[in-house]
């Protein structure tokens, strides 16, 4: 039973166009991420929700919009995609832990979405 | 925003061998994890460590948070460690460019 899931694997596209990732965890986490892994394997995040709100946007280009509709569900869409867009998307999952308190966020990270723009 | 460098950026080892690899970040932190990816892509968490030493099998984990850095054990090496080490930090886990380690038989 995977504990966060990533839909689809692999996704091959033309410039120009519009494609959407989808996550679904199912660990009963508050918080979950978007992260970039570039070819030369860089993680970057780009954003977090918490229990449907939007507390990190990272400068990412206005293309991608994220959308949570329910805390177990965290969704990328990329509007009129570039070349340079071609990347592996990983979403991840964890407690939510306030800036400051004690505790961890430990990540659970998904298989990753290998997105290709041609 | 947290710098993190980790070192060394490839590794060669002979299977059986131990290895040490290094983590050092910019500003005190209460959040650092280590995580392991294979070479199938996989992203797996093997610490979380903002100070002190933990142990997982082989693997075990040091941070010395007054001096900003932590160190990943490796001991009697298996293929199957190989892979890219992560070090992140912080709380918005801020990633290294990590630590490509790979395992000869």
């Known amino acids: 039973d995977t504990a966060v899931s990533q839909t689809p694997k692999y996704l091959v596209t033309q410039m120009g166009n519009d494609k959407s990732i989808k996550c679904e965890q199912n660990?009963?986490?508050?918080?979950m991420y978007w992260y970039k892994q570039d070819s030369k394997k860089f993680l970057k995040i780009m954003f977090s929700?918490?229990?449907?709100?939007?507390?990190i946007n990272e400068t990412v280009p206005n293309r991608f919009s994220p959308k949570s509709p329910d805390k177990a569900h965290l969704n990328l869409h990329i509007n009129s995609l570039e070349l340079g867009d071609s990347a592996v998307y990983f979403c991840a999952s964890s407690q939510w832990i306030r800036r400051g308190a004690s505790g961890a966020n430990v990540l659970t990270f998904g298989a990753g979405s290998r997105l290709t723009v041609l | 925003g947290i710098q993190v460098e980790q070192s060394p950026p490839d590794l060669i080892l002979q299977e059986g061998a131990n290895s040490t690899l290094r983590c050092n970040f910019s500003?005190?932190?209460?959040?650092l994890q280590w995580f392991h990816q294979n070479p199938w892509g996989q992203l797996i968490n093997l610490f979380y460590i903002p100070s002190g030493t933990k142990q997982n099998g082989r693997l075990s984990a040091t941070t010395v948070a007054t001096e900003r850095y932590s160190l990943l054990y490796i001991s009697s090496s298996q293929t199957t460690d190989s892979g890219v080490y992560f070090c992140a930090v912080g709380y918005r886990l801020a990633f290294g460019k990590g630590n490509q380690v790979v395992v000869i038989p």
């Open positions: 929700y918490n229990n449907k709100e939007l507390i």
């Open positions: 500003d005190s932190v209460n959040n």
């Open positions: 660990l009963g986490h508050d918080t």
